[in-house]
DNA sequence: TTGTAAGCGTTATCAA
DNA sequence: TTGATAACGCTTACAA
């Protein structure tokens, strides 16, 4: 036996061993029901003899389709995308379906090759995040022959289908929470600003300058990545130039978490003398001393759902509803308690 | 025109409108050097005009071989693989070859599954983690045709290349990094047993023993994923069973930050009544209210040389030494400084 | 430098 | 229920 190079064992092989016709053991493999069972059983027992594994390149040739799901999402370092990745695979792992993943790098022009070279594969389906694609790769995407999901954000005018949440509605709660707990100089920061930080922002803005409460000279950000450092600068940076504010909303729990080491650092007690929302209701955010009051928001269920939709539909079985609105819950703990009552987890 | 099912692009219609022969086309993709420079030049018009992308499949039919890089990785949810994956991207961003991720959630019987999966793609690649596969996992990727990187870990007997660090190593320089602070009732907490895992709570155990300091009612463990709540369960536990542990050795930072957490609940103030350390030194560590001690490993670093490693012996340069060693770093912090001295971060 | 022919391992299609 | 044959889109090998 030449181990180095052994000959790649095809269906042929099977069918010579089977002796049956090569169409037989292709039937076997993917429409057994157009078989007889016993033909079924002699071919199964020669499958395992040869070891034999069908070639997924040469069945993607010869069908023009495959069972590739190809999964888009901006970043991988990003926890939020993290667990939406890992509800994608717990799906697919009990599927037959295969996912196939990658990362924009925040670069709607990334996107864009990305889709393209995607799409050149005959995808099953395609989950994409978000509904901010530029107009090209929206074009391509609707014109794709594949189902497709947008997941992490909400829009009139999906593609196909839709999961996900209001960041304008959430970010607008935060801030009502803020503004109907007694805070009324408020802080805003914020980091990597994507659509959907913008979203988040923008809301911020609006529910504040309602109130007649907004201070842009609180609004801190940076374009810089995301991260628990950056709330501590953030904060840092907010405390000095505006040390009369009296609560921060964080466009996500990594600033929260960085803004409130930042306080305890600097003597600042929170909530006493500043509060803190997040966003995201992170793990860590319930069990920080004090505990950080958040947004929850359903990340793992989006990316099972996503994937749950996209696989009935692939399985023709439509989604009663095409958009789906996972909604979102401001959770207050202690963080952005008032003095005079007590908080909860 | 048909927009539902456009007729695919394929090499030979470039070929008809470019006035060349289906291989000139060919060529001009993935050997240009034998092509002429004027005839590239037409054939790149046509490809641009025709939006032509060569079909993945029937490439990898026809060559018996990929461009694809097989990572596999016991967890997706688990940031220090996201930063491991974060490297990995980096690198296969810039190159030709596209990395194709599968998770084993931790079980060899998945590895084995996916590894075969794999192979029969005839990756150009494959980057696997850590060294304890199954035998029969071992012995399809020693056969296997082609190059594979091992990282997370370090062993005598890599299949091909390696790159990680000693985790017995690390955590007996934690381990005695608390010894030498002046710390003698010494706790653990550790969860997800992994073999990894395993190899750190040796290390404590036997570099405790050592010191004829080893006490095991103040080790803690749980099989269940590591988590920040889970770190703040551990620590809770050993206050409660163990109250005079004045230093506690957490086998990750998440479990760390879950017990320093667990310590301010309590009123339990650090490093005073308990020293704290953690292992990874992820970003939030150093930015903690006190700064964790921590102990500083290589997780982007690891991805990045895996594949710059893989790339190059994949085009035939061999590595100068097929087995690295990235090494640690115990980073002292606020954590574990003792009461008399002043620490740093 | 360019072209011709054969074949990669599978499925679609039609016939038996 | 099973089989023969022609694709699928590309590359290898050889020839010109």
Redesign the interface.
């Known amino acids: 036996m030449d181990?180095?190079?052994r000959k790649t064992i095809t269906i042929s092989d099977v069918a010579r061993e089977a002796g049956v016709s090569l169409m037989t053991v292709s039937r076997a493999l993917s429409q057994p029901e157009r078989v007889s069972a016993k033909t079924i059983e002699k071919i199964n027992l020669v499958i395992d003899r040869l070891g034999f594994?069908p070639?997924?390149?040469?069945r993607?040739?010869a069908a023009g389709r495959?069972n590739v799901i190809g999964v888009l999402v901006p970043s991988?370092?990003n926890?939020v995308f993290?667990?939406v990745?890992?509800g994608i695979?717990d799906v697919a792992?009990g599927s037959n379906f295969q996912v196939?993943?990658a990362?924009t790098?925040y670069s709607p022009d990334e996107e864009e090759r990305i889709v393209?070279?995607f799409l050149?594969?005959k995808p099953a389906g395609m989950i994409v995040s978000g509904i901010n694609q530029t107009g090209r790769t929206a074009a391509i995407l609707r014109?794709a022959?594949c189902r497709i999901v947008q997941i992490m954000d909400l829009g009139d005018d999906p593609f196909d289908m839709m999961i996900g949440f209001s960041h304008y509605e959430a970010a607008k709660a935060a801030t009502l929470h803020l503004i109907e707990s007694g805070f009324s100089r408020l802080g805003l920061l914020a980091a990597r600003l994507d659509p959907r930080t913008e979203k988040r922002i923008a809301a911020f803005k609006d529910t504040a300058r309602s109130a007649g409460l907004l201070d842009e000279a609180k609004i801190i950000t940076s374009p810089r990545t995301t991260?628990?450092?950056i709330g501590?600068m953030l904060a840092g940076e907010l405390l000095e130039k505006a040390p009369d504010t009296d609560a921060v909303l964080c466009i996500n729990d990594d600033l929260a978490?960085?803004a409130l080491?930042?306080c305890?650092?600097r003597g600042v007690s929170v909530p006493e003398q500043i509060a803190i929302c997040g966003f995201n209701d992170m793990?860590?955010s319930?069990?920080?001393?004090p505990a950080l009051t958040s947004v929850r928001t359903y990340r793992e269920k989006m990316g099972t759902m996503a994937m749950q939709m996209l696989l009935s539909a692939i399985e023709g079985q439509e989604p009663e509803n095409p958009v789906v609105d996972l909604g979102f819950e401001v959770i207050e703990r202690e963080s952005t308690g008032s003095a005079r009552r007590s908080s909860s987890a």
Do not use: C, M, W
């Open positions: 181990l180095g190079k594994v070639n997924p390149n040469a993607a040739l495959t991988i370092s926890n993290a667990e990745l890992r695979y792992d196939q993943f990362n790098r393209r070279t050149n594969q014109e022959n991260s628990v450092r501590s978490l960085g080491f930042e305890q650092r793990e860590f319930a069990l920080a001393h």
